[in-house]
């Protein structure tokens, strides 16, 4: 039992490298071909099936996608058929593990590949290369826990009546077993892979192995179910076409069963021609369930499109993205730009009644996105973007505490004595910040002029003060408020601005 269990886990081991290293190497490839390619069903099918046959993991283009749609960087329409391709595309591994890891002495293989992958991920100067060794070496490791597998479900002396011996049915017991399989390993990949070694060691017969692939096939949306929690409604929308896909083949696929088995039950008796029967059997109702999709997808989709529709914040951040830095970054200066805008349309008439706490709370939600997606393996370049992005997220913070400073002298600025100068010098601050949401060229001259109007005006304020004998401490609290105004739109300006602003600092 111990044997089977570093067998399986030496297995998951590799199906992790493996994915983990695609998705870094592959990054590029999978944000192209997921946010940019697909401009129909067709191609975004396709997508679907290639970008999984990349990556190794149908669950992770799942999750992906369902990132993209909840941060608004792909429709409804476009993504349904990428979740669709990505079911065809899991059935590579089945065939992957069916015509390499049972027909081909890996022995020959497997240490090779696994050495030359640790070489490239201690020694490549590349963090793409480093994440190829990964992948190499996941690889190999992967049939290597393949051999391990076969060699301990031999070792086992298993009567496959056992496991029907409470519920007479093969076929409701190999549908629990994938489901819980899937579940388990978060991988339908990896869940089939066991399958097709179980099987091939003898293990149950064709009709449990066959339900238990339909099972696995139905369990991979756990992975979809658990990703859009919290999500939007376009996410929600998605994760449920995907639940009825599946439920869908997976229906039809046991209503076949005896239709597509007939006539083989000779052939099915030898356990070696198991998986070649499986990875056939997955593919041929995968493939049947798309035909069916054909014209039952857009009465489908115009159903789901009415359901779901609570409103939530848009953002171009989702925490399904952060596992894929590559795609993580896609969304991050988007979001930057929004937080921005948003700053810039703070009214500069100042108010008590003035919420703050919701642009704070969206700063130190990107922070957490990022520190999420730093935790994965980065590129030279990605590291440099979200260190850029966490400088942004730190001007906009400290803009935000002046801008509440500025805010909590409301009072003192509504002094009749200084008003009218007071308002004129705000609505200059406040043609300035539309300038800056215009992302007007050349704001130089515009900020120089706003700092000698500021100069100016303290000036006045202070004559005004000593000649109708007012009140020191208020004309402080006037002027550090105006001091506050301004410090805000400078740190906003700061963002990004570098290449096109001479930074001149606010008068004292």
């Not at 499109?305 to 830095?325: C, E, G, I, M, Q």
């Not at 700053?343 to 008439?349: A, K, N, S, V």
């Amino acid at each position: 039992m111990m044997q089977l269990l570093g067998a399986l886990g030496l297995f998951l081991l590799g199906m992790w490298l493996m994915t983990e290293g695609l998705k870094i190497a592959g990054g590029k490839a999978l944000e192209h071909m997921l946010g940019k390619w697909i401009s129909s069903r067709l191609r975004g099918f396709i997508a679907g099936i290639v970008v999984t046959g990349l990556v190794q993991s149908s669950s992770a283009v799942t999750v992906a996608t369902i990132g993209f749609v909840n941060a608004g960087l792909m429709s409804f329409s476009q993504s349904v058929w990428v979740i669709f391709g990505s079911n065809v595309g899991t059935t590579l591994t089945a065939w992957l593990v069916t015509l390499i890891g049972f027909k081909l002495n890996m022995s020959a293989v497997t240490y090779p590949l696994i050495g030359i992958g640790a070489l490239l991920k201690v020694f490549s100067p590349k963090v793409r290369g480093q994440s190829l060794g990964m992948a190499l070496a996941g690889f190999g490791l992967l049939f290597m826990g393949i051999d391990a597998l076969q060699a301990s479900f031999s070792a086992i002396q298993f009567d496959p009546q056992t496991l029907t011996q409470w519920i007479n049915s093969p076929i409701l017991v190999g549908l629990g077993l994938g489901v819980v399989l899937t579940v388990l390993t978060q991988s339908s990949s990896a869940a089939i892979a066991i399958i097709l070694t179980a099987s091939a060691s003898g293990m149950g017969d064709w009709e449990l192995a066959a339900a238990a692939v339909i099972g696995a096939n139905i369990g991979t949306t756990s992975t979809a179910l658990l990703a859009s929690l919290g999500a939007s409604s376009g996410a929600k929308r998605l994760v449920m076409a995907h639940v009825l896909f599946n439920l869908l083949t997976g229906v039809v696929a046991l209503c076949l069963l005896p239709v597509l088995t007939w006539g083989l039950n000779d052939w099915l008796g030898s356990p070696e021609h198991m998986p070649m029967f499986l990875a056939l059997f997955h593919t041929g109702f995968n493939l049947l369930g798309i035909l069916l999709m054909l014209p039952i997808e857009p009465k489908m989709s115009a159903w789901l499109l009415k359901k779901f529709r609570r409103v939530s914040r848009y953002t171009h951040l989702d925490a399904n993205l952060a596992s894929v830095p590559e795609l993580a970054l896609s969304g991050v200066p988007k979001e930057v730009a929004m937080l921005r805008l948003a700053i810039l349309e703070l009214p500069q008439q100042p108010s008590t009644e003035t919420k703050l706490d919701g642009l704070l709370g969206r700063v130190e939600e990107t922070r957490d996105f990022i520190n999420k997606a730093g935790r994965n393996t980065l590129t030279e370049l990605q590291g440099e973007g979200f260190e850029a992005a966490v400088a942004d997220l730190h001007g906009f913070a400290t803009a935000l505490e002046s801008y509440a400073e500025f805010v909590q002298h409301a009072d003192a600025l509504s002094n009749p004595a200084y008003r009218q100068d007071i308002q004129e010098w705000l609505a200059q601050v406040q043609q300035f910040a539309d300038l800056q949401r215009q992302m007007e060229q050349g704001l130089d001259e515009p900020w120089r002029a706003l700092n000698q109007a500021y100069q100016q005006l303290r000036h006045r304020l202070i004559r005004t003060s000593i000649s109708q004998h007012l009140d020191a401490a208020a004309l402080e609290q006037v002027l550090r408020g105006l001091s506050a105004c301004l410090r805000c739109q400078r740190r906003i300006l700061e963002v990004g601005q570098d290449d096109r602003l001479t930074v001149v600092p606010e008068a004292a």
